[in-house]
């Protein structure tokens, strides 16, 4: 039978579709064959010798060969840093400049590499890298959101093979980001603890949905799970914001992120992905109601127009098999 189900932080419900409910392992099968990607490209921008078709970086890691990781200004970005925050209304409706900051991180000059196939100091330098960036900008006066992700595969939303994830900050926290921290708020004031902690102590107490754990993180798939495989990496102790992640902290993200992607990336075939860093907006960086979270999202079924008109995805598999699928994988 069907049922729905709540995420318990947001109040939006999913639909988990017994009927059409798929077993783990024939995911793998539905996914199209990527082509195998050459170390080196000599028309990528991001290859090294090419550093002159990307804005100077703004952060460099080095190791003995040249640059091992490089962080520069987005040549393409949505936004711009030298635009201002005013609004302008023009009868009902309401423009404002279109400031932002939004910046590429280049996490290995290998052409052919990914986070679940790259060396454990390459994954390390990429988180560092985020650390750095979030840090850097969140200095901006007029940044509220700062959003580190990354797109893999042209599911995912990529037409570039190179290795990278993004950073854009804005100078506004969106209803969708804002509605998870005013309920995140609503928790703290009725029951005087955060929301997220309490969903991880209750994960952590049914345990069929967890997929790995260390010293600092566990990584699950969400009781509401929108999609298949969706996961979650989220800190052991409260923390509000992924900008005070501090250096034992950056080596267990960075070794159980590259855990589950390895695992998704073999037991899925490689699939086209996103994650997101979600994060307290950096004038909230303490707070006690909110804690910072990553969720990857393997992009293995296409939402369709009932997602989009009710914002209730349906899910065609169950949570509990896909973190056991992924648990008992070994990588
Ligand atoms: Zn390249
Ligand atoms: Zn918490």
Redesign the pocket.
């Known amino acids: 039978m069907p049922e729905f189900r709540q995420n318990f932080a947001t109040k939006e419900w999913v639909i988990i579709a017994t009927e059409r409910a798929r077993r783990p392992d024939t995911f793998r099968h539905s996914q199209r064959e990527r082509k195998n990607p050459p170390p ?2 000599p028309q ?1 921008p ?2 090294p010798g090419n550093e002159d078709k990307t804005p100077a970086a703004v952060f460099q890691i080095n190791d003995d060969g040249g640059w091992a990781l490089r962080a520069v200004p987005n040549k393409y970005a949505a936004l711009a840093e030298d635009l201002g925050t005013q609004r302008t209304h023009e009868g009902l409706f309401l423009r404002a400049g279109g400031y932002g900051i939004a910046e590429v991180i280049i996490e290995t000059p290998a ?1 052919d590499q990914n986070p679940a196939t790259m060396g454990r100091e390459s994954i390390r330098n990429v988180v560092l890298a985020y650390r750095n960036r979030y840090t850097d900008i969140s200095l901006h006066e007029k940044v509220e959101l700062i959003t580190v992700f990354r797109n893999h595969g042209s599911r995912a939303g990529t037409s570039l ?2 290795p990278h994830s993004q950073v854009i900050a804005t100078p506004i926290t969106p209803p969708h980001v804002r509605d998870q921290i005013y309920q995140a708020r609503i928790s703290y004031d009725t029951f005087g603890s955060c929301i997220y902690c309490d969903m991880l102590a209750e994960e952590i107490r049914q345990q069929e949905r967890i997929i790995m754990e260390n010293d600092n993180f566990v990584a699950y798939c969400p009781f509401a799970s929108r999609s298949p495989f969706e996961a979650r990496i989220i800190p052991k102790l409260h923390r509000g914001s992924f900008g005070n992640i501090n250096d034992e902290e950056v080596n267990a993200f960075s070794h159980i992120l590259q855990e589950v992607l390895k695992k998704i990336y073999t037991g899925l075939g490689d699939p086209d992905y996103n994650f997101i860093i979600r994060s307290a907006p950096v004038q909230d960086s303490n707070v006690k109601h909110y804690h910072w979270y990553t969720v990857i999202v393997p992009r293995l079924t296409t939402p369709a127009g009932f997602e989009m008109g009710t914002g209730i995805y349906i899910n065609v598999s169950y949570p509990e098999q896909c973190a056991r699928f992924l648990r008992e994988l070994s990588t």
Request: charged share 25%; with cysteine; proline share 0%.
């Open positions: 080196f490209d990528c991001f290859c052409h093979e190179h």
